[in-house]
Nanobody, 127 residues
């Protein structure tokens, strides 16, 4: 079992940047593929990005490609989401989550395939 805690959210102006971190405890993070999802008020939770257990493969939803970068440091048991050129429509609560290491794409885009979730961190982008 692994516990994950997000940090790094906040208020930023459009065009700005934030880096979210997801710190894991319990089992080593290398046992899991990791993902980021987000949920805006009144909307369903949506996939943002995912990374394989080794970090060798990354996946993004179309709306963030070229702006967001997911990465991981298994030695630090931490996953990151670097968010650049932020837009007001990126405003949401961002959740970090862990899936069994063998979970492959496109299952990584489906929240049902993740076993462990953090509490979320709020990202607000002002126009």
């Amino acid at each position: 079992q692994v516990q994950v805690v997000e940090s790094g959210g906040g208020l930023v102006q459009a065009g700005g940047s934030l880096r979210l971190s997801c710190a894991a405890s319990g089992r080593t993070l290398s046992s899991y593929a990791m993902g980021w999802f987000r949920q805006a008020p009144g909307k369903e939770r949506e996939f943002v990005a995912a990374i394989s257990w080794s970090g060798g493969s990354t996946y993004y939803t179309d709306s963030v490609k070229g702006r967001f970068t997911i990465s991981r440091d298994n030695a630090k048991n931490t996953v990151y989401l670097q968010m650049n050129s932020l837009k007001p429509e990126d405003t949401a609560v961002y959740y970090c989550c862990a899936a069994p290491w063998a979970t492959m794409w496109p299952r990584l885009s489906n929240p049902n395939h993740y076993d462990y979730w953090g509490q979320g961190t709020q990202v607000t982008v002002s126009s």
